[in-house]
């Protein structure tokens, strides 16, 4: 006995779904270019290792400071971030100082938003001073900023 398919069914049949990667590429070279330029293997698809992972933290910082930061960036040449970042490797020098300074800071909120990339190991520092003090990220990296310029608070 034969089965009888609906118009619809014989359509979902004849739907051709588009394949994606390494299968779908070999299968085109093979269909339309000949078995000859099918390559022997597939490509290596391991991703690369990771150079620089960076964490992106979101900072808010009073419109002066933000506005100080970039000017002096682009006075010096540089980026906003490039000079928190070497304002937070220098403050965490001292780590004691800079937990102390951010009790000051700490809970406020407010201010203009913008993000910053920091390597991994110094985000990983800063939160667990931020755990070890009882203040937070944001307050650690304002104090930073304002021990490297005091004239931008």
């Given at each position: 006995m034969t089965e009888e398919h609906s118009p619809a069914e014989a359509a979902r049949a004849a739907v051709i779904r588009p394949l994606n990667g390494a299968a779908a590429t070999t299968r085109a070279a093979g269909t339309?270019?000949?078995q000859d330029a099918v390559p022997a293997a597939p490509p290596d698809l391991t991703p690369s290792p990771t150079?620089?992972?960076a964490m992106r933290t979101t900072l808010h910082l009073p419109p002066a400071t933000r506005t100080g930061l970039k000017r002096r960036a682009l006075d010096l040449d540089t980026t906003m971030g490039d000079l928190i970042r070497a304002a937070i490797n220098t403050a965490l020098e001292m780590p004691a100082v800079l937990a102390a300074a951010s009790m000051a800071r700490r809970g406020l909120s407010g201010g203009v938003r913008t993000t910053l990339d920091l390597p991994r190991p110094v985000?990983?520092?800063l939160k667990r001073l931020a755990a070890d003090e009882d203040t937070s990220l944001q307050a650690l990296v304002m104090a930073a900023i304002l021990q490297a310029h005091p004239d931008l608070a």
């Open positions: 339309f270019q000949g150079v620089y992972e985000h990983r520092t």
